[in-house]
Structures are given as C-alpha cells and as structure tokens.
C-alpha cells in the first residue's frame, strides 16, 4: 500500500516536467511560487453556510514553480484502508477512494485577477485539459480560493499557508 500511495504522489510531479509552463513573466506568478500546505477546505451551500469538504483535518500539498508550473493533492484523513489488495477491492471502495481526494497538475496563472488553471491531468478526469478561473485572495502567507459550483450548487473553498 505504501508504494501505491508514493506513486500517486509521485506521478504528478515526474509528469508536471513535461508540461509547458506559463509564459514567462506572467503576472503575479511570482507571488505564487513556493510550496503550500492545506490549512482548510470547505463546501460553501447556497445558504452561504459552510462544512467541512474532506473531513475536520483535510492533508496537501500545492507547489507552484516560478514559471506557474504546479501540482496539487488534497485528501481526506480519515480514509479507511482497503479491506485487502487495493487491486481487487470492490468498487464502493474505489468509489469511497475517489470521492476522497483531490489531484491535479498543469500550469497556473493569474489573469484578469484571476487564477488561471490549466489542468493537464486531474484524479477526476472530467478536468483533464480544462482551464479554470477562479476567484482568490493572497492575505500574506494564506492563500484561499474558490472551486467552480458543483452540480448540487455547492462552492469548495481551499485555503492554503505557505510553508516555503
């Protein structure tokens, strides 16, 4: 189980150096650069009440390169593991997998007062190739963002601390 964890974690960042990277001097990518860690993530109802997304003590990690190359993994802490080889599991356990992380890599970019996602590859593969705007604050070292509306109207909401 641990080298399958390793490669999930790993894998997007031996694929991110093969990505084009943002075009050089783009604006506001230098205040980006660094490496983040998850400090909260939301679901913000249409109440504008909000609830924990990924449980009460939500893990990841964001690093941004200079030039808005950048990979990304959120997870739930509270993941059971597979009743046995994760290769034979039953599909509500892939399901409960899946619904329990969130992964993607590309280039980012601020544009318009905006980050600008281009996702090369994501664990929901709805988002490979897409580009997101999304709406943000950089407060100091605390970065928070909003995640484009979800079918059922709910908003995610990442909030991110800089570490280096």
């Known amino acids: 189980m641990k080298k399958f964890i390793f490669a999930v974690l790993a894998l997007p960042s031996l694929v991110l150096a093969t990505e084009e990277p943002a075009a050089p001097g783009a604006p506001g ?25 990924y449980g009460a003590k939500p893990r990841g990690t964001l690093t941004v390169g200079s030039d ?40 980012l970019a601020v544009e318009e ?17 897409s580009v997101q705007r999304r709406s943000y604050q950089l407060q100091g070292e605390v970065l928070e963002w909003r995640v484009p509306q979800r079918p059922d109207g709910d908003v995610p909401i990442s909030v991110w601390r800089r570490v280096r």
């Open 113 to 129: 007062g905006k980050l600008v996602f281009r996702i090369a590859a994501a664990s929901n593969p709805q988002w490979d190739g």
């Open 68 to 107: 808005g190359r950048y990979a990304l993994q959120i997870y739930h802490m509270d993941r059971p593991p597979f009743a046995g080889d994760f290769r034979a599991a039953e599909a509500s356990e892939y399901k409960r997998l899946l619904l329990a992380m969130s992964t993607h890599f590309g280039s």
């Open 29 to 53: 990518i230098a205040s980006l650069a660094g490496v983040w860690e998850l400090i909260g993530a939301y679901r913000e109802h249409r109440d504008g009440s909000r609830s924990d997304d």
